[in-house]
């Protein structure tokens, strides 16, 4: 897995190998081995450590929420927020429309708590711009969550019937 | 004696303030009505409250300032009590007497009071009366009928440098400083037409500049039988243009001696206007240790938590039994001695990065700080908007200990603790004047924010480290992987969700 960051004006490649829990993570040409377990969806625990055998180290308590612009998303780290800018890679930039648009996985997000009354799309679905994917109801009001832009399902986290929080990943579209 | 009934109390307020009222009566077992303007309707007040009820549109004018509906929905909802909290109609004497004509115990000052003391003038002579100092100046308001030669020949009186106040002011508008006669015309211009636009009255008066003072106040309680109990004075020179951002107790620059002077003048000024409830009278202090009355605000203020913490009184609970007729039976030795050091910071949704401009917007996470000697008085929740309508205060955060390094210490470890995610708060900023040297060391005035700022030039208060960008690129990176082909939360697709994570993390390798 190798994604492509900006940060504070510098690009950084980050790049991950996985094993269960345990990731080791190069950025640029630094590497590290990080134990990452997920709170709630926004926030992360992440012991880092000098080697994998180790499997703990220095906790560095995180929270990631999404940010104001497509692809940005807000990171605190040790109660600093920062916002970092996800690069598209070369597979998605070419599937993409034109310059002017947003970038990187659509994550379809719930905007209050509430409950999930319908799920109109499937993993697979090809959807247009603005079609409708989830109906969420919250404060006696129906929201219907539509896509951006147009693009393929791949994957829908939540069924009819549930509750969801503030900010829970309702789908994503590639 | 015959006590009052307050059994059921309507909050006329919102935020924090409504939540810390609420939060009096249940410990009181009295009911609780709150209201709220159409953005509110979720907010943390009305779900807290006994009952809630609409009171209009956002814009406070249309809603949270409307007394005819206020008192409509009072009776309505069938309270024998109304709690004005702070700002909106706290200081309204109109408010006051509508409550006392429709029959309703309004938990504050009496109309006659708060009309008095509203008026910087009638206070400082009410002062004067009862023989506290005042700040050298005019004692009569300089409406615009008084020609500039005349406030030339009272200014070369009072002295220079000197001020230009507002009448009807407050939160320094309307408000000037003079240098020099040749200044004079000028300021007084800007500051009648600034007053007459902000309070509808262009009248000003003139005071001495005090060099390099310090903002020390006196809450203070007085009952419906003459009792008057100040306390323990509240050092609030930590001020951002006039605006409080830190308040602490007790002052590091009032001895016990000047404690006594300071406080039974407080207390006199109140005795003198038949204060009753919750009052708070200011007083400038210069550096020779002279003190000065300023104005008394008639209500319960922003910082009171300090003065409950450094008191152990619980002064809204107070408030509610002096409104119901009962004696004060605090000790006033115990009041003016100091039982902890306490310190309060006022976290507004701002971006100190951005010239401290309002940050609204969804609060997407929030968690509060706990532990010893920590206090949270917050009215925001997680999930919901910060309206851009109001005040952008989120949150109160009180520290306390035996001594002030220790309430210091809880307050930088609790800032450290506070997540707020989704808005811009003055967290970072507080960060940094919790560590100044100065700050630390007890050496400011009340222009000590102001000067510490324009030292900074800008500098960001929120200055990531090149560990932290790396950290954060690992984090961003994490949660792309853990996150984004979002974790299925239905458990009977989970081990294939879990499955096509990997197959496609592998494909898009």
């Known amino acids: ?174 | 004696m015959s006590l009052v009934p307050v059994t059921k109390v309507l909050i006329a307020n919102r935020g924090e303030i409504a939540v810390r009222v609420i939060r009096a009566c249940r410990d009181m077992g009295i009911a609780t009505v709150a209201v709220f303007s159409d953005c509110d309707r979720a907010a943390r007040h009305v779900r807290m409250a006994d009952e809630a009820y609409p009171i209009g549109p956002n814009p406070p004018r249309e809603s949270y300032l409307k007394i005819d509906t206020l008192i409509a929905v009072a009776k309505a909802s069938g309270a024998d009590a109304v709690h004005p909290g702070y700002g909106f109609l706290a200081e309204n004497e109109d408010f006051s007497r509508a409550c006392r004509d429709a029959g309703l115990t309004f938990i504050g000052p009496s109309p006659e009071a708060i009309e008095l003391m509203g008026s910087k003038t009638a206070a400082r002579q009410a002062a004067i009366a009862a023989g506290v100092p005042v700040v050298p100046g005019t004692a009569t308001p300089l409406g615009a009928e008084v020609s500039d030669a005349d406030v030339l020949e009272i200014a070369r009186g009072v002295g220079y440098p000197l001020m230009l106040k507002a009448v009807a002011g407050g939160g320094g508008k309307g408000m000037r400083v003079v240098a020099t006669p040749e200044e004079l015309p000028g300021a007084l211009r800007a500051a009648r037409s600034e007053a007459g636009s902000a309070f509808g009255d262009s009248a000003v008066y003139v005071e001495r500049r005090i060099m390099r003072p310090r903002h020390i106040e006196v809450q203070l309680l007085a009952d419906h039988h003459g009792t008057v109990v100040p306390f323990v004075e509240r050092e609030c020179s930590i001020q951002r243009r006039h605006q409080k951002v830190i308040e602490e107790s007790p002052s590091l620059a009032v001895s016990p001696e000047l404690r006594r002077r300071i406080t039974s003048a407080a207390a006199s000024v109140a005795r003198q206007v038949g204060y009753t409830n919750a009052g708070t009278i200011e007083c400038l202090l210069d550096e020779d240790g002279a003190f000065y009355f300023l104005e008394m605000n008639t209500r319960l203020q922003v910082e009171h938590p300090v003065t409950e913490q450094v008191s152990g009184v619980d002064l809204v609970q107070w408030q509610i039994r002096i409104a119901r007729g009962e004696p004060l039976t605090i000790d006033p030795e115990a009041a003016l001695t100091p039982k902890a050091h306490a310190i309060e910071c006022r976290i507004y949704a701002e971006d100190p990065d951005n010239n401290f401009l309002p940050s609204p917007g969804r609060i997407v996470k929030l968690q509060a700080p706990q532990g010893p000697g920590v206090r949270d008085d917050s009215g925001a929740t997680e999930g919901l908007e910060v309206p851009i309508f109001y005040d952008p205060m989120i949150s109160k955060l009180i520290t306390w200990g035996d001594d002030r390094p220790q309430a210091l210490a809880r307050m930088r470890r609790a800032l450290r603790e506070y997540e707020v995610h989704g808005i811009r708060t003055t967290i970072p900023f507080f960060t940094w004047a919790l560590d100044d040297p100065d700050f630390v060391a007890g050496r400011f005035d009340t222009s000590f924010i102001d000067r510490k700022l324009a030292e900074r030039a800008g500098v960001p208060f929120d200055q990531p480290s090149a560990d932290d960008e790396t950290a954060a690129a690992v984090t961003a990176a994490l949660h792309l992987v853990l996150r984004a082909p979002a974790v299925t939360t239905a458990p009977a697709a989970a081990p294939e969700s879990r499955w096509r994570q990997q197959a496609r993390a592998e494909a898009l390798r």
Do not use: C, W
């Open chain 1, 1 to 174: 897995m190798q994604y492509t960051l900006v940060i504070g004006g510098r690009t950084r490649r980050v790049h991950l190998e996985r094993q269960g829990d345990a990731f080791r993570v190069t950025v640029d040409q630094q590497a590290f081995d990080v134990h990452a377990a997920e709170v709630d969806g926004r926030a992360l625990s992440l012991l880092v450590g000098s080697t994998a055998a180790q499997g703990e180290g220095r906790s560095v308590p995180a929270v990631v929420v999404p940010g104001r612009m497509p692809g940005e998303l807000q990171v605190a780290v040790h109660g600093r927020t920062l916002p970092v800018q996800l690069v598209p890679d070369e597979r998605s930039r070419r599937r993409g429309g034109g310059p002017g648009d947003a970038t990187g996985p659509q994550r379809i997000i719930a905007p209050m708590p509430g409950k999930v009354v319908r799920v109109l799309v499937a993993p697979g679905d090809e959807v247009q711009p603005k079609q409708g994917l989830v109906v969420v109801e919250a404060m006696k009001m129906e929201n219907e969550l539509r896509a951006a832009r147009a693009g393929r399902v791949v994957s829908v986290s939540v069924v009819e019937g549930q509750s969801v929080d503030a900010g829970a990943v309702l789908a994503v579209v590639e």
